[in-house]
């Protein structure tokens, strides 16, 4: 971590000596370095200032106060009283030290490199803090030669909605929910209020605890955040760690202290209730809120940091695998990615062989902890080079849990920049292009890990594809270079197998009416169908259909991929990633299910009977051109179907039709006859005339 041994030698450097007549000045001081020593810099300032006022020429209390709008991030007001003390014949060592931290805040490296410099020759030649300094001269020195390069993203702070001048860190994108965030943060209104070291609350020199929260983005702005359910947040310190991939499960640290708790999974039991089931995870992970930050790469790989023996010095990185019933002896990722420094909240692209991380290596960084980016090259069995993301990504303080989005654009980390409104903030990366590292063809598999490598997941005759839904937002922008790739692979699959069919579920946001949601999806799906037909798939292998789900709710577009084998036929090799669609819209896949034909038109249907009835799908009849069937309901018998036809027929303006579908599949009353054994109640639809 950065440099903070100045604030501790401010209790030598100054010793609270009582002198008749300054009495009140020598308390101030002596509150306000206590202040000091437990982070509240804001009440350290407002103690000296009102001081200040009766000792306008105080030296200590000047510093003090210079030091405390360092730390609230005020730096202008901070280097004028600390130029102002320059001109004393002995000013404190320490002026020299934090000017230097200023102008490197600032990203004016050479002026910073003066000052420290004049710092260092006020350390006698045996003062340990002589290698910090010079670590921060060579930090300097990279920034020097990487603030002309040219940026990979732009930088954004989340905003005063979600950052506070407290602390916000550990950003976690919803696998579910494409327009969520989750994070930790230590502030007002967090379960366990101000406590102290021991745990105690202390509404005076206490830390706020920290607890869990999530943001919504709603129309490009992020809302004011809601904390955690009491089951989850506690008065002891919860910081979210990971979510497992299927979005079901939430990896979090528990503890009355940073220094000890515990690591829990956090999952909800099926039943009657929904029941919260928090278990410990019984793995060698450090269970060290700060230090561990793991990653669970999914429900086998974890790659996590710690300070056990054997390893390069500091914060290694490690990598365990779940086999055989349990989790296998850490193995460290190697010197390519260790140093004698630290490195820690590691993160692992959906090819599984991009690996970001933080480190404070000086030999790496520009300001504290920097991100920093390897690739596993499978032939060598090796990491390559670590190559630091740069400006304005990387900045003079910290930069930590790095997470990239499923979209391959945007990232999101936390940050102690000068910039921020706080601590640490949280802040968005948009990546000018797109990092082909989270393709939706790569999933990391890891089911027979190997010593030296992590496999991928692709399409081939040896692997498995996996199929990931398709987000974007222009029907025109649907054909990106990270789509085609995989719908090319699908191409080929179905031109292989003629018998599969491809269903294309296409959804849109929700402040859209029920029917145009509908339409607007079944058009997107319609540009991924164009695509796969131009490739020489037939149309009787593609189904087109729009539907509506809970999670649209930002202006993007998305498209579910669906392939379905023939009825007694085995299911297709893909396995697929986080549906968009609702679990109750995906869970008829294999079942005999009846819905209601209510219309079919050349154009939007605008009947109000869609908006009444569950689970309204639009569907083209047929490809490359044809008519829009709009259905509704999802009934597990035909005596469901009736009575619903019965109830809202009348008010659909013509005769409503029952519909039954076996494994998705449109079952004409001629081919029904053949499904009576495997559905019996098709007997109670066929005799009904």
């Known amino acids: 971590m950065r440099i903070s041994y100045a604030l501790f ?27 000091f020593i437990n982070a509240h810099f804001q009440d350290a300032y407002n103690v000296l200032h009102t001081a200040q006022k009766n000792h306008l020429e105080d030296k200590e209390s000047n510093f003090l106060i210079a030091i405390s709008l360092y730390h609230l991030n005020r730096l202008n007001e901070a280097e004028t009283i600390l130029l102002g003390l320059l001109s004393d ?31 260092l020759k006020t350390l006698s030649s045996d003062d340990p803090n002589r290698n910090v300094i010079r670590d921060e001269i060579r930090r300097c020195s990279n920034g020097l030669q990487w603030q002309f390069r040219a940026p990979m993203a732009i930088v954004e702070n989340l905003g005063p909605q979600v950052n506070t001048p407290y602390d916000e860190f550990g950003p976690l994108t919803s696998p579910n929910a494409i327009d969520r965030l989750y994070f930790s943060s230590a502030r007002p209104g967090c379960s366990g209020g101000q406590r102290n070291r021991y745990g105690a609350q202390d509404e005076v020199m206490g830390r706020f605890t920290c607890d869990i929260f999530s943001a919504q983005l709603v129309s490009g702005q992020w809302k004011y955040p809601t904390g955690m359910s009491y089951l989850i947040n506690t008065p002891k310190h919860e910081i979210a760690m990971d979510f497992a991939p299927s979005g079901r499960a939430m990896y979090y640290f528990k503890g009355s202290q940073f220094s000890e708790g515990q690591i829990f999974v956090d999952t909800f039991r099926a039943g009657g ?34 300070s056990r023996p054997g390893g390069y010095g500091g914060l290694d990185l490690y990598r365990t695998v779940f086999k055989y019933g349990r989790w ?80 391959g654009y945007t990232a999101f980390f936390a940050s102690s ?11 968005a990366a948009y990546f000018f292009d797109f990092l082909p590292e989270m393709s939706t063809l790569a999933e990391v598999k890891t089911n027979e890990p190997t010593s030296s490598t992590f496999s991928s997941v692709r399409g081939g005759n040896s692997s498995v594809l996996t199929i990931q839904p398709l987000f974007f937002d222009k029907e025109e922008e649907a ?140 569907e083209m009849k047929s490809l490359p051109e044809g008519n829009y069937l709009y259905l509704a309901g999802n009934f597990n018998t035909y005596a469901e179907a009736k009575a619903a036809q019965a109830k809202f027929g009348p008010s659909a303006g013509f005769a409503v039709q029952v519909i039954p579908f076996a494994r998705e599949r449109w079952l004409k009353k001629e081919d029904a006859y053949s499904y009576t054994t495997q559905y019996p109640d098709l007997v109670l639809y066929l005799n009904d005339k």
């Open 9 to 35: 030698s401010l209790m030598l450097l100054f010793p609270g000596v009582l002198v008749r007549g300054q009495e009140t000045l020598v308390d101030k001081k002596r509150q306000a370095k206590e202040f």
């Open 417 to 427: 920049r000068k910039d921020g409104l706080g601590e640490r903030d949280l802040y």
């Open 479 to 618: 054909l990106s270079s990270n789509t085609t790739g995989q719908l090319d692979l699908i191409a080929q699959m179905l031109l292989q197998n003629p018998k599969l069919q491809l269903i294309l579920t296409g959804y849109s946001q929700v402040e859209l009416a029920v029917s145009s949601r509908l339409f607007s999806g079944v058009k997107a799906a319609k540009v991924i169908a164009d695509y796969l037909l131009k490739r020489g798939v037939s149309p009787s292998s593609l189904r087109v259909r729009g539907a509506l789900s809970p999670d649209m709710e930002t202006a993007l577009k998305g498209v579910d991929l669906r392939l379905l084998a023939p009825p007694g036929s085995k299911e297709p090799e893909p396995s697929y990633g986080p549906s968009i669609g609702s679990a109750q819209a995906t869970s008829f896949y294999g079942k005999l299910t009846y819905r209601l034909l209510i219309a079919e038109s050349s154009v939007i249907y605008r009947g109000a009977l869609l908006a009444q009835l569950e689970n309204p799908i639009t």
């Open 89 to 119: 014949r002995s000013p404190y060592a320490e002026t020299w030290l934090y000017l230097g931290r200023i102008l490197h805040d600032r990203n004016e490296f050479l002026k910073a490199t003066e000052y420290y410099k004049a710092f």
């Open 273 to 306: 209730n929904n029941v919260l089931s928090t278990d410990p995870i019984l793995s060698p992970i450090d269970a060290v809120a700060g230090m561990s930050a793991p990653h669970f790469v999914n429900d086998t790989l974890i790659l996590f940091p710690s």
């Open 328 to 407: 296998t002896a850490p193995q460290n990722l190697g010197p390519e990615i260790n140093s004698a420094f630290d490195e820690t909240t590691p993160f692992l692209a959906r090819d599984g062989k991009a690996l970001y991380y933080s480190t404070n290596n000086p030999n790496l960084s520009i300001g504290g902890f920097d991100i920093l980016k390897s690739v596993f090259h499978t032939n060598a069995g090796k990491w390559s080079t670590s190559a630091n993301l740069g400006i304005p990504i990387n900045s003079s303080r910290d930069e930590t849990h790095f997470r990239l989005s499923r979209d």
